[in-house]
């Protein structure tokens, strides 16, 4: 009978310690740890407008459920070791996946992208490039 109530007691306390020991170990430190997926960020375009650099960003983020987000830069992006913006982005927006652009353009004074989609059967790959609209 004793056995039996040791037995049980461990298959309560069990549990209960390793999941203080996980709590504990997934607990802040002094080093910021790195999400358990990195986003996939690459500069798609740079171009000189009015005299400064500006860089589109395409960063696909998540691990099921992927998020194609674009950015503008006004200066060049910087990243931390998690592959997180040190810099802010002035422009920021998700794109549709399951759509095709057809156009693309910037508009600086709106602070906003302005895409045109399409549906298709084949998505094509994307090609975007800097386009700004010309303020009237």
């Known amino acids: 009978m004793v056995d039996l109530r040791l037995a049980r007691t461990l298959l309560r306390i069990v549990p209960l310690v390793v999941v203080a020991l996980i709590l504990i170990s997934c607990t802040d ?3 910021k740890a790195c999400p358990l ?3 996939s960020v690459e500069i798609v375009d740079t171009k000189m407008y009015e005299g400064k650099t500006y860089a589109l ?3 696909i983020t998540g691990w099921h459920d992927k998020v194609e987000v674009l950015q503008l830069f006004d200066q060049e992006p910087k ?5 997180r913006d040190l810099v802010k982005p002035i422009i920021e927006d998700s794109l549709e996946r399951d759509l095709a652009i057809v156009d693309f353009v910037i508009n600086l004074e709106k ?3 302005e895409f045109r989609y399409e549906k298709t059967e084949i998505i094509p ?3 975007l490039r800097i386009n700004f609209t010309q303020p009237p």
């Open 111 to 113: 602070r906003t992208f």
């Open 37 to 39: 997926t990195i986003d």
């Open 29 to 31: 430190s002094k080093e």
């Open 57 to 59: 960003v395409r960063r």
């Open 125 to 127: 790959p994307i090609g």
């Open 79 to 83: 990243l931390d070791d998690c592959r």
